[in-house]
C-alpha cells in the first residue's frame, strides 16, 4: 500500500475529524506533497502542525497566516529555503527542520521571538546563521550534521541556551566562544575532528559533555559534576571522590509534548518522535536515552 497523496490545495479527508478534537492539530506527515495545501493556512486557530517526511519542496508565504502555531514539524523533507512568512509566527516555540537541504535562515528569522526549541540537524549550514544571535529565549538548539567550522564570538548573547548539539560538523579547534557559554547543560562535540580541549571549569552549569569519535587521547578536564562520554571518559569519572551523577539524555527524543523546555533536556515527560521516512511514520512512545 503507497503512501496517501492529497491534491496541491485540498486539505486531506481526515482532516476535520484530527481538528474535531479540540487541540487544533494537524498531522500530515508520511503524505506526498510538493507544498502545503493552501487551506492549511487558513487554519489560524491551528497549534500544532506535523508535516515530515512528505516530500514537502515549498512553503507559501501564507504560512504567516497560522498566528496561533506553536509546533511546527518540517523535518525530512526536501526544503531548500524558508519564506519569511514562516518568520512571522509570533507563539512558535517548537521548529523541526532537521533533514532538509538548508544552507541559510532568512535574515528574518531572528523575529521568532517565542522559539525555544529548534532543531536544524542534517543540513547544509557552512556558517552558524546570525539571526540566531538574536534568539535569547532559545534553550534547544540542534545543529549536529552540518558543516559547520566556526562559532560567532557573539554566541554567548544566546543567554537563554541550555543544550547545543554539534555534533558531525568539521570543527578542527574548539570553538573559543563556547568557553563563555557558561549557563549551557549539555554540549554534544561528537565525530568533528578535534585533537584537543582547554580546561572546561569555565562552563559551570555543564552538566553531560561529549566529545565520542574525535582524535582525541582523553577527556577534559572538568568539574567531578559532569557526565563525560568518550574517549577515556570511565575511567576519568571512576577516580573521583564523589560518584557522578545519574546523566540527563544527551540527545533527547524530538518532544511534541508540552513539558517545560527543561524538561525535554532532562527526560522528564513523555517524548512523541519521528524517525526519517523508510521506518514507522506513526508516532513512537520512546523515553530519551543516553545514546547517539
Known sequence: MGIAESTPDELPS???????????????????????PSAVCALSRLQKLYVSGTGLRELPEEIEELRELRILALDFNKLERLPDGLCRLPRLTRLYLG???????PADFAQLQSLRCLWIEGNFLRRFPRPLLRLVA??????????LRALPAEL????????????????????PALLRMGRLHILDLDRNRLGGFPDLHPLRALRVFSYDHNPVTGPPRVADTVFLVGEGAVERMAERDEP?????PRRPARAFEDEEEEDLLIGGGSSRALGPPGGSLPALEAAPGLGT
Open 156 to 175: 554567548p548573547r544566546m543567554t537563554g541556551l541550555r543544550g547545543l548539539w554539534l555534533y558531525g560538523n568539521r570543527f578542527e579547534e574548539f570553538p
Open 99 to 105: 533533514g532538509n537541504r538548508l544552507l541559510a535562515l
Open 138 to 147: 532559545l534553550q534547544s538548539l540542534q545543529m549536529g550534521d552540518n558543516r
Open 244 to 248: 557522578t551523577p545519574r546523566p540527563p
Open 14 to 36: 481526515d482532516a476535520e475529524e484530527q481538528l474535531r478534537s479540540g487541540e487544533q492539530q494537524l498531522e500530515l506527515s508520511g503524505r506526498r506533497l510538493r507544498r502545503l
